[in-house]
């Protein structure tokens, strides 16, 4: 069986399983992290499966970066946080638990302690609703 098959991103591409979608557009798709660090938590990954930075292709990898920018940007203009986290994970070792190329954005509050990683899953009405208000930052 391929990578691919098994993989929960390729999933949510494929549209096997749902997720709070954000953004998509022919090489990436941007969704809300169920379990978000911090509310506005957005993952940006590559519409093709590949497990890592070493991995990905360039023109997916690209495609990728320019989809964080704009999201960043949405995401600053929405939510207004006084920072934003931009991360990515390559291997299980370096706290990388979905194998399939992605970016955290992570708005971040003054004084806020938040870790790479949320520690519950979000109520779904929630992403939903911070969904909409960057989606209608990008459409700006
Ligand atoms: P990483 O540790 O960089 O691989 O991060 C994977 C991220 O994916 C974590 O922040 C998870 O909360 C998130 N995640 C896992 N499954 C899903 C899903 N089905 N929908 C949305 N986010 C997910
Ligand atoms: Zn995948």
Do not use: W
Request: net charge neutral.
């Amino acid at each position: 069986m391929s990578e691919s098959a098994q993989c929960i991103f390729c999933k949510i591409v494929r549209g096997e399983i749902p997720a709070v979608k954000v953004h998509e557009d022919e090489r990436t798709l941007t969704f809300m992290d169920i379990q978000p660090a911090s509310p506005g938590h957005a993952l940006v990954i590559s519409k093709a499966h590949a497990p890592d930075l070493l991995e990905i292709a360039e023109p997916d990898l690209l495609a990728v970066a320019v989809t964080v920018q704009r999201v960043a940007r949405a995401v600053q203009k929405s939510l207004a946080p006084d920072g934003l986290r931009i991360g990515q994970f390559n291997g299980a070792a370096a706290g990388q638990t979905v194998p399939h190329y992605h970016v955290h954005i992570v708005p971040m509050r003054e004084g806020q302690r938040a870790g790479a990683h949320g520690r519950a899953p979000a109520k779904i009405e929630e992403l939903k609703a911070l969904a909409v208000r960057i989606r209608e930052a990008l459409a700006d």
